[in-house]
């Protein structure tokens, strides 16, 4: 079966850094569109970034400048790096597989990030 495994989060000063790894077993990693999500306290879930197959990515406007999403297909594992976090990136961290050619999604347990001010 298809696994995600987040990894990475924790508790960082605004201004810090963290990076999130998703690491992913019982599928073809390459062949699917990879996002991390976020999940604040009584908001919805929402997109943060996204990297195609082809290695296009996008980036919610906020973190725009500040995250950054990769992927190695070798090691079937996705990567956020996040810098000059503020106290409004807190939020558990969701990594998302979509299939390319199924439209099936995926989805991790989560990782809590939470920055203090």
């Known amino acids: 079966q298809v696994q995600l495994v987040e990894s990475g989060g924790g508790l960082v000063q605004a201004g810090g850094s963290l990076t999130l790894s998703c690491v992913v077993t019982?599928?073809?990693?390459?062949?699917?569109?990879v996002g991390w999500y976020r999940q604040a306290p009584g908001k919805q879930r929402e997109v943060v970034a996204a990297?195609?197959?082809?290695?296009?990515?996008n980036y919610e406007d906020s973190v725009k400048g500040r995250f950054t999403i990769s992927r190695d297909n070798a090691k079937n594992t996705a990567y956020l790096q996040m810098n000059s976090l503020k106290p409004e990136d807190t939020a558990v961290y969701y990594c998302?597989?979509?299939?390319?050619?199924?439209?099936?999604?995926?989805w991790g347990q989560g990782t809590q990030v939470t920055v203090s001010s």
């Open positions: 990297i195609a197959t082809g290695g296009t990515t």
């Open positions: 998302n597989l979509k299939n390319d050619y199924t439209g099936r999604n995926y």
């Open positions: 019982g599928t073809i990693f390459r062949i699917h569109t």
